[in-house]
C-alpha cells in the first residue's frame, strides 16, 4: 500500500489522465480511495471552498456531455449532498452512466447501490454484475463488496471458493478488511490445523492494522485454541485493543472475565459496569451475559425480574440461546408463569435457524406431547437435525426412537450408530442402553464384556437399571468375577430408587438363603415392592417364601442365575 503524507490521502498521480489516477488509487490504495473523494475533492466538514464549488459544478457540466470522471464525480455529490440536495436516485443515474463507459469506481458504486437497494431496486444479480466488472479492473473495495455477497448464505448465490478468491487479492496486497474477510472464509473450510492456521494468520493480519472486528475474533481464537495455541492472557490483550476502539462485544468479554475472574483479577462490579455498557448499545450477547449472572445471583428480588426482561430483549433481536433459555423458563415455569405456547414458539424461532439445542426441545415437545400433539415423526425430524450437528442429546433420544421404529422403519444398525455417539460424549440415557445392544448383538455383534464397560460407567452416574444388571452378573460370576457382596450393594441402589426388576432380585437375595443375606422380612418387603409395580413374579413369591423348604431355596438360587438383562427397557 501507498505511504501518505501524515495521515493525509495521497493525490492521484498528475502525470497520467484523471479517469487513470482515480482508478490507480482505488487499485493500489483503497482504504483512502472515498476519504480523498470525500475531503479533498468535496473539502472538510462539509465547508466547500470556493476553489472546489467551482470545480463541482464543472463536474456537473462535464458530467453532462459524457465525461466518465465528471459523471462518477457527480454521483457522489448527489449521493452525499456536498454540493447538491442528497439525492441517492440521481446518483445512481450519474453512476450508471459512468459505468457503462467503464469507470471502475462508478461500477463499485452502482453494485453498492442494487446491493443495499439504495437509490436502485434491490437486486443482486445486479449488484454481482457491477462489482464483477468493478472487480476484475482491480478495485479493492469491489472484490470485498462482491466477495461478502458471494460469501453470504442468504444471498441466493453462495459462492465460497469465488468468495475466497476475492478477499484473496485484496488481502495480498494488504488491504485489512480483505485480509479479515479472507481470514472469516477460511473458517468456513473444512476445520483442518492448516486452514484454522491460516485463517488466524490473516485475521491477526488485520488486527495489527487497528481493525477492531479483527481484534475481537483474534481474541476469540486465542481463547478457544483456535487455529492458534491457547492462551487467555493474549486473547485477553486483543479484546483491550478493540475495546479501546468502541468495539461493543469486546466490552462483554472483558466484563465476563471480570465476573468470574478468569484471566484477570475478579471484579464483579466492573464486570458488570461493561456488560451494561454493551447492553446499553443494543449488544444482544450482552444482554444475554447479563442475564445469566442475574439468575444465578439471587440475593436480590430484583435480579430474576431484570434477567427475563434481559433474556426478552436478547429473544426479541433473534439470539438463539436467549430464545432457548427464556423457552425453558416458560416450558418449565421458572421464574415465569408456565406457558408452553410461548416456550414452543420461542423453540421454533432458534431451531428454524438451526440452533441443535432448540431443535432438541422441539423434538422433547413432540415426543412427549407438550403443548402440542405427540407426534413421532416431528420428534424423529427435529431429533436428527439436532444429532447431525452433534447434539448428544438428541443423538440419544434419535437412537431410541430407531430402536423403537416410532417417527422412522425399526433401524437396529442406525439406533446402535447413534447409541454409540451419545454415549461416547457420556450422555447418561445412552450408556446402558448402548451396554445392552452390545449385550444382545443388535445393530452390532455380540460382546458381553463390552456392555459391562458401559454398564459400569451408567451404574456409576446412578442409573438404576445398569446397577441392577451390573448386579445381577456380579452375582452370576459369568462375565465379571463372582462378588455377592458387590451384587447386593448394586441391587440395594437400584432398589432404593425403585427399579422394580431390582427389588424382585434383591428379595431373591435375602430370601435364598445364600451368601449371608438371609433375612425373611427384607425378602417379602422388596418382593411387595417389586409386585406393586406391577412385577408378576414377585406377586407369588411374595406370598409362598418357606424358608424350611430346600427345595424352594435352591429354586431362589436358579431363579437368580438364570436371568439375564435383555428385557430391559431401553430408553
Request: aromatic share 10%.
Amino acid at each position: 500500500m501507498r505511504k501518505t503524507n501524515q495521515g493525509k490521502p495521497p493525490i492521484p498521480n498528475s502525470n497520467v489522465g484523471p479517469e487513470a489516477a482515480f482508478t490507480d488509487m482505488a487499485v493500489n490504495d483503497p482504504a483512502n480511495v472515498e476519504k480523498f473523494l470525500k475531503d479533498v475533492l468535496f473539502g472538510e466538514d462539509g465547508k466547500m471552498p470556493p476553489l472546489m464549488k467551482k470545480r463541482l459544478d464543472n463536474s456537473f457540466q462535464d458530467a453532462k456531455k459524457g465525461d466518465a470522471l465528471a459523471q462518477l464525480l457527480a454521483g457522489i455529490a448527489c449521493q452525499e449532498g456536498v454540493g447538491v440536495p442528497k439525492d441517492t436516485a440521481e446518483a445512481v443515474k450519474w453512476f450508471r452512466l459512468s459505468a457503462r463507459q467503464g469507470n471502475a469506481m462508478a461500477q463499485y458504486y452502482l453494485g453498492l447501490a442494487y446491493c443495499f437497494g439504495d437509490g436502485a431496486p434491490l437486486d443482486r444479480r445486479e449488484a454481482i454484475k457491477w462489482l464483477r466488472l468493478s472487480s476484475e479492473q482491480g478495485v479493492f473495495l469491489a472484490h470485498n463488496a462482491l466477495g461478502l455477497i458471494l460469501f453470504k448464505a442468504d444471498s441466493g448465490a453462495q459462492d465460497l471458493a469465488e468468495a475466497t478468491r476475492l478477499f484473496r487479492l485484496s488481502a495480498e496486497r494488504g488491504d485489512p478488511q480483505g485480509q479479515y474477510c479472507l481470514g472469516v472464509a477460511l473458517r468456513k473450510n473444512p476445520p483442518t490445523p492448516q486452514n484454522q492456521a491460516e485463517s488466524f494468520k490473516w485475521i491477526k493480519k488485520a488486527a495489527e492494522h487497528g481493525l477492531a472486528n479483527a481484534q475481537y475474533l483474534a481474541g476469540e481464537m486465542c481463547y478457544i485454541g483456535d487455529g492458534v495455541a491457547q492462551d487467555t492472557q493474549e486473547a485477553i490483550r486483543w479484546f483491550h485493543l478493540a475495546m479501546k476502539q468502541g468495539h461493543v462485544d469486546s466490552h462483554r468479554k472483558i466484563g465476563e472475565f471480570l465476573i468470574i475472574g478468569e484471566g484477570v483479577a475478579k471484579n464483579i462490579d466492573e464486570g458488570i459496569k461493561l456488560l451494561r455498557w454493551a447492553v446499553e448499545r443494543g449488544s444482544k450477547e450482552a444482554q444475554f451475559s447479563l442475564a445469566l449472572y442475574k439468575l444465578e445471583d439471587k440475593s436480590k428480588p430484583s435480579n430474576l425480574k431484570e434477567a427475563v426482561k434481559l433474556l426478552k430483549m436478547a429473544a426479541q433481536q433473534g439470539l438463539p440461546e436467549a430464545q432457548v433459555k427464556l423457552g425453558q423458563m416458560l416450558k418449565l415455569g421458572q421464574g415465569v408463569p408456565k406457558n408452553l405456547d410461548e416456550a414452543r414458539e420461542l423453540f421454533r424461532l432458534a431451531a428454524e435457524k438451526g440452533y441443535p439445542t432448540a431443535q432438541y426441545e422441539m423434538g422433547q415437545l413432540y415426543l412427549h406431547g407438550q403443548g402440542v400433539a405427540n407426534d413421532m415423526t416431528e420428534a424423529f425430524k427435529w431429533f436428527k437435525l439436532a444429532a447431525e450437528q452433534g447434539d448428544h442429546l438428541s443423538q440419544s433420544d434419535l437412537a431410541g426412537l430407531y430402536f423403537k421404529g416410532h417417527g422412522a422403519p425399526k433401524d437396529m444398525n442406525k439406533a446402535a450408530h447413534w447409541y454409540r455417539q451419545a454415549a461416547e460424549n457420556g450422555v447418561y440415557e445412552a450408556l446402558f442402553s448402548f451396554g445392552v445392544m452390545n449385550y444382545l448383538g443388535l445393530g452390532m455383534p455380540v460382546n458381553r464384556k463390552e456392555a459391562m464397560k458401559w454398564y459400569s460407567k451408567a451404574s456409576d452416574l446412578g442409573d438404576m437399571r445398569a446397577q441392577c444388571a451390573l448386579g445381577l452378573n456380579y452375582y452370576k460370576g459369568e462375565l465379571l468375577p463372582r462378588n455377592a457382596a458387590e451384587a447386593f450393594k448394586l441391587l440395594e441402589k437400584s432398589a432404593q430408587q425403585g427399579f422394580g426388576d431390582a427389588q424382585f432380585f434383591l428379595g431373591l437375595m435375602y430370601a435364598s438363603n445364600d451368601d449371608g443375606f438371609e433375612d425373611e422380612l427384607a425378602a417379602r418387603k422388596w418382593f411387595i415392592a417389586a409386585a406393586n409395580q406391577g412385577h408378576k413374579e414377585a406377586v407369588s413369591y411374595s406370598q409362598v417364601i418357606d424358608f424350611n423348604s430346600p427345595n424352594f431355596i435352591e429354586e431362589l438360587r436358579e431363579e437368580m442365575i438364570k436371568r439375564d438383562n435383555d428385557n430391559f427397557e431401553l430408553h
